[in-house]
Structure formats: C-alpha cells, structure tokens
C-alpha cells in the first residue's frame, strides 16, 4: 500500500526518516467467501453461494489468539462479502477487544440502517467499500442492477453515524473515465480515504487482465491523483489518497517531486526507500476463507500453510518456501527489466503475482511497470517508448 497522501505532506512538514519494522504482518482475512455480487474483477471467484470447509467461529477465536501471539497488529475483515457471515460482529468485537486495529471491506450494498447501526456499534477503526465507476459502470462491472444505488445509500448510513468510510476503486480501461468522477464523489460525500487498485491478475482479474489500464493511461491516472492529493494537502484537509497492487507509483511520485519540488527530492527519496515498496510476504498477509495462508490477498492458489494445522506465525516464518524465502530477502532475487532497475530500494520489485501469471516466474520483471528505461535510469538498455 502506497500512502500518496503521507509523502505529499513531507514537502510541506518533513519528518526524521525512520525505518520502522512492523511488529508483524497486516493481515487482510477472507472469512467468508460467498458474495451478493458477481464482480468481474474479483480475485477470489466468490459467488452467492456458500463454501464448504470454511472456519467455524470457534476456530476463527483460536487462530485470532495465533495472530496476537505473532504480533499482528491490524486485521482487515473482508470475503466474499464478509456482512454475510452470522457471527461477523461477534468475531469483529472480539478482534477489536484484543487491540487489534480493525478494518472492514466491504461492497457495501447489504448496510441497511440496521447493519450501519451495528457497524457502528462495533467501532470498526475503518470501513472500506469499493465501487467500480458510477452508476451503470458500478453495475455492469458488479453484474447486479441496483447495486451502486444500494452501495452509495450503505457508505452514506455509514458516514451519517459517524464511521470512517472511504471509496476502493480498482481501475482498469473499462471504467478509467469514471476516475474524475469517483474523485468528485469522494469530495460531495465529506468521506475520509480513497484507495486506488491497480488490477492484478488473480481470479477473475487473471481472465481481465487485457483490459488493465495500459501506461500511458495509468499515467494519467496517477497524474490526476497527484493533483487532486496535492490540492486536499495544500488546504488542509485530513483525507488519505492511497494506492496499491503496483509499487512504481512510489518511483513515480519521486519523479514527479523532482519536477515540481526538487528541493524535497533528496529527503522524498529517503522516505521512499524507508517505506520500501512491495510487502507481499513480509508485511502483508493473507488468510483464506479455508484457512490457507498466502504472501497476499493476491496469491491464492499459492499455498504456504493452513492455520487449522499450524500457528499462524509458524507458517509466516518458514523460509522452506523458495517463494516466501524470496519476498524476505532483501534486494529480492529479481531477473530481467526490474533486476536491471535501479530503484528496487523504493518499489522492492513491485507486485511478483504478476509476473508469476505472465511468465510463469515470480522473479520476472512486473509487466505493470509503466515507467520508461529513461526514467528509471536503465540506459543500458534500448529506451522503450510508453505505450
């Protein structure tokens, strides 16, 4: 995750650069993995129906008490649809009175009065609903009429009881020009955070993934979100812009603070390496709705362990996997394009599960990279123009 918002604000007030380790890995859970909707895009191939196998609540309390004992210290609670599961609020306040820091992700489209009072009840710390576009854009990518209408109305319940609610938005060529729009929605709504995906190709993104936004769309995008970030930072406003699933934008970003703000580009660059980009299997974690572990919400069909057999932080510290052996060490073993880039410290790499579906190599380069050699300073090789 890219936090755009944080490094814009150290060109106005700049921090000492530390580079803190988390304690452990965020871990972004799948409790469930039926869904109310059908999305085009979605990695983990939910459907509106239930799945053998899944945790009981019981189980889910004991694999909690590993993730404690690992020193996890956020929890994002997401599916399918995760308000599908029954005992969601029971396992929620729990996770909540172990100290976790707790997330909820969410389509939105179940959040009556009745679910956004008990939402609130619980204290969520965050509350993340995706829409693909607006209107008609947001149903045709989520195969249900309505459910834009019934999304917005849950994010505004949710925002009237005072949650911290922001918008996901996972662009791609078929619904980019729903972006400046999404921005504006944001603003009209007072809502607190706007995450911009970028698709990666996994389950059904994987079937997408010709419709990723090429360069020099993705140019375009990250250009407007600068923007409209830089804008929200010079008035003031505590809104967070947020980016994932494709590290360059931190490369990015510090070109584009060259540009505008060289005097900052020397301590931009500092803070970006701190951050260090890529954190599948390091500081990001992924548990199934089975119970399998994965390096990220992402690898799923890339099993490493199951917590019904084994602690949580057993599993997270094996390095008997090439693959996680590989995401902890630091330069990773990277080939190609981005084991010629010289700024592997800021995006570590960027996303390896697209590398692994495109050329069958986790350490190929990432097909996604939307800099060209020039700007990345690779001027051994032929300079590629942006497509």
């Not at 799948?30 to 189980?59: M, Q, W």
């Not at 707790?102 to 679910?115: H, K, P, Q, T």
């Not at 997408?208 to 250009?223: L, N, W």
């Not at 505590?238 to 494709?246: C, D, I, K, Q, S």
Request: net charge neutral; with cysteine; hydrophobic share 40%.
């Amino acid at each position: 995750m890219f936090r755009l918002s944080q490094f814009m604000r150290e060109l106005l007030e700049p921090t000492p650069v530390r580079r803190a380790k988390p304690p452990g890995p965020v871990v972004i859970w799948n409790l469930i993995r039926r869904c109310n909707l059908n999305c085009i895009h979605c990695y983990s191939l939910s459907t509106d129906v239930d799945f053998p196998g899944e945790l009981t609540t019981a189980e889910v309390f004991r694999v909690m008490d590993d993730l404690k004992a690992a020193r996890v210290p956020v929890l994002i609670l997401s599916g399918g649809e995760p308000l599908l599961r029954r005992d969601i609020f029971e396992i929620s306040a729990r996770a909540k009175a172990m100290g976790f820091y707790v997330g909820l992700s969410s389509n939105g489209a179940l959040i009556d009065e009745a679910m956004a009072e008990r939402i609130a009840a619980v204290g969520y710390d965050y509350v993340g609903v995706s829409l693909d576009g607006i209107g008609a854009v947001h149903d045709r990518f989520r195969r249900v009429p309505g459910a834009y209408a019934a999304s917005l109305a849950g994010i505004r319940r949710c925002r009237a009881l005072g949650i911290k609610v922001g918008l996901r938005f996972t662009v791609t060529e078929r619904n980019v020009e729903s972006l400046p729009e999404m921005l504006a929605l944001m603003e009209a709504e007072r809502l607190d955070k706007f995450y911009l995906s970028h698709l990666v190709y996994s389950g059904r993104g994987n079937r997408h993934r010709d419709a990723d936004a090429h360069h020099r769309t993705t140019r375009a995008v990250m250009d407007l979100l600068f923007e409209r970030c830089w804008a929200h930072v010079l008035e003031g406003r505590p809104t967070e812009f947020v980016t994932g699933n494709n590290d360059a934008d931190g490369v990015y970003l510090l070109r584009w603070v060259e540009r505008y703000h060289p005097e900052r580009a020397a301590h931009i660059r500092a803070k970006l390496e701190a951050w260090g980009g890529n954190a599948s299997g390091v500081n990001v974690a992924n548990i199934d709705n089975l119970g399998q572990v994965h390096p990220d919400t992402f690898w799923w069909g890339y099993d490493l362990g199951n917590v019904k057999e084994r602690p949580f932080g057993e599993i997270w510290a094996d390095l008997s996997d090439p693959v996680m052996a590989g995401l902890k060490q630091r330069p990773r073993p990277l080939e190609g394009r981005c084991g010629a880039c010289p700024e592997q410290a800021i995006c570590g790499g960027n996303t390896r599960i697209r590398a692994l579906r495109i050329h069958g190599n986790p350490w190929a380069e990432d097909p996604a990279c939307y800099l060209s050699d020039a700007e990345l300073g690779l001027e051994t090789r032929d300079v590629a123009a942006v497509a």
